[in-house]
């Protein structure tokens, strides 16, 4: 069965440092999603992308992240400079064109700043 | 905010009772759906229910949608063990773009 994955599963990065996290959404998906969780608390919603460009975003989601697909299976969420707050679990998710309603979640990156 | 809201925020049952979750949002919606979650994996669609629809069934799980009052309800009949995760309702927003809330969830703990 296809799935979104996601790399690396778990990253240590020191406070100032830029962080990476990747995503390979299902094939034939069309709109991409990071959300973040943070350990015990909800999941909240970043950005989504379609069409090469960002369709929403969240008021988190600011000067510091950024998202791109740069080619034609990676989608990648970057923190310039991470802070402390930062630590969290990151998820990506995509959905088909034909089922825009049913997000597909990969199973996280898990980003610890210190 | 737009974002669903669970209750309970937790709920302990036997396996065999049947689980009831509770969800309310604020705004107009396209659909809702729910999702599970085991702890520290990442989240399962279960079931989407659009906005012109008051009920809907998939294996054990019966979703109802009332648009009036802006909520929704998960039920889980006989529930096993392995129900034991978190569940979450997600709203998409009616005006565009492609944004799914996800409210604050329920944890679900089923003894055996």
């Known amino acids: 069965e296809p799935e979104v994955t996601q790399t690396p599963s778990h990253q240590v990065t020191q406070m100032g440092q830029e962080v990476i996290l990747r995503c390979v959404p299902i094939?034939?998906?069309?709109?991409f999603y990071w959300y973040r969780q943070i350990l015990g608390q909800k999941v909240e919603f970043l950005v989504s992308f379609y069409n090469n460009e960002i369709s929403e975003k969240s008021e988190i989601f600011d000067d510091q992240f950024s998202v791109e697909r740069p080619d034609g299976s990676n989608f990648t969420l970057k923190i310039r400079s991470t802070k402390l707050e930062d630590s969290a679990m990151y998820f990506c998710a995509s959905t088909a064109p034909t089922s825009p309603g049913e997000l597909f979640f990969g199973e996280g990156s898990r980003l610890t700043v210190l | 905010s737009q974002q669903g809201e669970e209750d309970p925020q937790a709920l302990s049952i036997q396996e065999g009772e049947n689980a009831t979750m509770n969800c309310s949002y604020k705004t107009s919606i396209n659909n809702l759906q729910w999702y599970r979650q085991n702890s520290g994996r990442g989240l399962v669609h279960l079931i989407l229910i659009r906005s012109n629809e008051r009920e809907k069934h998939s294996g054990r799980l019966r979703v109802t949608l009332d648009t009036s009052k802006k909520s929704s309800s998960l039920l889980i009949t006989a529930s096993r063990a392995a129900d034991t995760a978190s569940y979450f309702c997600a709203t998409d927003w009616s005006t565009g773009g492609f944004k799914t809330i996800f409210g604050a969830g329920t944890r679900l703990f089923v003894k055996a």
């Open positions: 094939s034939n998906h069309l709109y």
